[in-house]
């Protein structure tokens, strides 16, 4: 089973700041079959990338994906107040499909 | 697009089996390329993937969970269903139904989440 780990548990930023959010395979994943997703409080997950850095349909640019192998990264441009949420990141490159333990963005 | 909801009882009895039915609404459930899958979330918790299935019936399920759980699809009333046996309070979760892209593998339109609690 590929472990995804992502880091850090925690970013607190304020609005109009970047964020860096880092998800790191347990062993290689093709770039097509990595996803990032945001989840709000009592909301089901939101895909926001595919295919590692394909954004999903009506997502905003300033949601950007990258990254190859074991290292993959989701990038918030400049925070917006909507933007503070959960991040997930996915593969299911080799069976089973399996999630990162998620990263929460707050409101510093 | 697609719309998912879906439904069930919300407190099951540990060992007993825990069925959840997916309506799929705004596109044939056998008309499309999609997959069906299943995820769930225990409080607090990150997501676990549980298992999908196509519309013809083929199933792939978690190793952790495969020999409790069985998904279906029910083509005559554009649903697909979960069905987990023997459960315990480790089991407690909003479960949530999703279609699955199975070019890219991912999960794109989602349903709202149905919170189970096993308890007696």
């Known amino acids: 089973e590929i472990v995804l780990t992502q880091s850090p548990g925690t970013l607190s930023l304020s609005p109009g700041e970047r964020a860096t959010l880092s998800c790191r395979a347990s062993?290689?994943?093709?770039?097509?079959?990595l996803a990032w997703y945001q989840q709000k409080p009592g909301q089901a997950p939101r895909l926001l990338i595919y295919g590692a850095s394909s954004r999903a349909t009506a997502i905003p640019d300033r949601f950007s994906g990258s990254g190859s192998g074991t290292d993959f990264t989701l990038t918030i441009s400049r925070l917006e107040p909507e933007d503070f949420a959960v991040y997930f990141c996915q593969q299911y490159f080799i069976s089973p499909c399996t999630f990162g333990q998620g990263t929460k963005v707050e409101i510093k | 697009q697609l719309q998912l909801q879906e439904s069930g009882p919300g407190l099951v009895k540990p060992s007993e089996t825990l069925s959840l039915s997916c309506t799929v609404s705004g596109g044939s459930i056998s008309g499309t390329t999609y997959y069906w899958g299943w995820i769930r979330q225990p409080p607090g918790k990150g997501l676990e993937w549980i298992g999908n299935?196509?519309?013809?019936?083929?199933?792939y399920y978690n190793p952790s969970l495969k020999s409790r759980v069985t998904i279906s699809v029910d083509t005559s009333k554009n649903q697909f269903s979960l069905r987990l046996s023997s459960v315990t309070a480790t089991d407690t979760a909003v479960y949530y139904c999703?279609?699955?892209?199975?070019?890219?593998?991912?999960?794109?339109?989602w349903g709202q989440g149905a919170p189970v609690t096993v308890s007696s």
């Open positions: 999703a279609t699955y892209n199975s070019g890219w593998n991912y999960f794109d339109y």
């Open positions: 062993q290689s994943v093709s770039s097509s079959y």
């Open positions: 299935i196509n519309y013809s019936g083929g199933a």
